[in-house]
């Protein structure tokens, strides 16, 4: 397959910038969810700091007919980076030192969180987005075990992953965030069965889910705003197919799910404002590979 390595203004790589810039909106927040103290740093190393605002006085001056979405995916974003933060460490609690991030974009987890020690973290995404991220945070000390896999998830990336150290043997965790949209829905079952194959027992997943991103596509106003940053939504998303929770469970794993309306009321974050209309048909699906 022609490799598609994609850079940081463009494409899936812009994508990836979008969503540090919510994330470094999100840590300026009084009532943040979370604390990314480098995805602005990112954002800015870029030079991309007056397509994508990284503080909440720099949202508010969008016009208002923009803000109001471009404050919802904010909010959701807020939700969704704390429900998986909170997994990755409940996991690491439970003993687990081996995580898989898959496309993982410039979210700088390896970076921020309190990881135990001995923990490694592998981080599968396009190579010149890990690159942008290893290079621009080359100053940061790391406080875990941190090994990037520069790989296209359509080609062999589990060969690259055990290459990299990935020990099959012992449990991992897995983290499946904003990918699952953006994959057809024979390719995604083919991601879980492989997660699958490579997890040992007590091994933990966790992926976001859309069951209609078919609601996401069609509304205007969201399809105007990502046009307006870059992105074709018709091209990145995707159908979903048989609910995630089905399908993990199909493949042995003992498998939950939370909405992100409900994810939002117990962290303490106005759902109309966390969700909106356009995302309220996200889940956050985790599971566990029975020992």
């Known amino acids: 397959m022609a490799e598609q390595d994609w850079d940081i203004i463009s494409g899936v790589g812009r994508t990836a910038l979008a969503v540090a810039a919510v994330r470094a909106i999100e840590t300026h927040r009084a009532d943040r969810l ?5 995805a602005e740093v990112l954002v800015r190393a870029a030079d991309q700091g007056m397509a994508f605002p990284t503080t909440p006085e720099a949202l508010a001056a969008i016009p208002d007919d923009e803000r109001g979405w471009a404050e919802r995916i904010d909010h959701y974003v807020g939700v969704r980076s704390r429900v998986f933060d909170d997994f990755l460490l409940a996991a690491a609690r439970s003993g687990v030192r081996q995580f898989v991030v898959l496309a993982a974009g410039l979210d700088a987890r390896p970076y921020r969180l309190d990881w135990p020690g001995g923990t490694v ?9 890990l690159q942008f991220k290893r290079e621009t945070l080359a100053d940061v000390e790391l406080p875990c075990g941190y090994r990037p896999i520069g790989v296209d998830l359509r080609e062999d990336w589990p060969a690259a992953l055990i290459g990299a150290g990935f020990d099959t043997a012992e449990p ?3 983290l499946a965030e904003g990918l699952l949209p953006y994959l057809p829905a024979e ?5 879980l069965a492989t997660i699958t194959e490579l997890s040992a027992p007590s091994s933990r997943v966790a992926v976001e889910e859309f069951g209609d991103t078919a609601r996401i596509r069609d509304d205007p106003k969201i399809a105007e705003y990502g046009r307006k940053q870059g992105m074709d939504l ?5 159908a979903g197919g048989v ?8 493949l042995g794993w003992r498998a939950e799910a939370e909405s992100s309306e409900d994810a939002a009321i117990r962290l303490g974050r106005d759902p109309g404002r966390a969700v909106g209309p356009m995302l309220d048909i996200s889940r956050f699906v985790t599971a566990v590979k029975p020992g």
């Open 34 to 38: 979370i604390d990314d103290p480098h």
């Open 121 to 129: 973290v592998f981080e599968l995404d396009q190579p010149k987005v």
């Open 187 to 191: 390719a995604e079952r083919r991601l």
């Open 172 to 174: 991992a965790a897995w």
């Open 234 to 238: 018709d091209e990145l998303l995707h």
């Open 243 to 250: 609910p995630v929770t089905e399908v993990l469970d199909e």
